[in-house]
């Protein structure tokens, strides 16, 4: 077809996929700071936990299987980056908790 100018009209029009970010398995996780321990809930699949302080230094590293508590009776009070890797498909989630 052609408009009043004589030009084709082209009427097909394939839009690109969404973009955005895919939310992973680690997206149930939640991790909650208990008498200066870690309470990790929401474990659907094995993961494994690295918890680091802010220096970027290991303070703990330990795998778990379904929810519970990472115990962090030698570490000092303060903020600790965590990240969960499920060893089952790789997804990877980083959280922020503050231990008092």
Known sequence: KKDMLGRNIIYCFDPPP?????????????????????QVTGII??????????SGKIVANND????????????????????ATNMVSGDVSTHKLSLQ
């Open 45 to 54: 699949e094995p993961i494994n936990l690295t918890v680091m302080d802010m």
């Open 18 to 38: 969404p973009c955005g970010v895919e939310e992973g398995m680690n997206s149930n996780l939640k991790m909650y700071s208990n008498a200066g321990n870690i």
């Open 64 to 83: 778990m299987q379904t929810d519970g508590i990472l115990f962090m009776t030698q570490a000092a009070k303060g903020v600790y980056i965590i990240q």
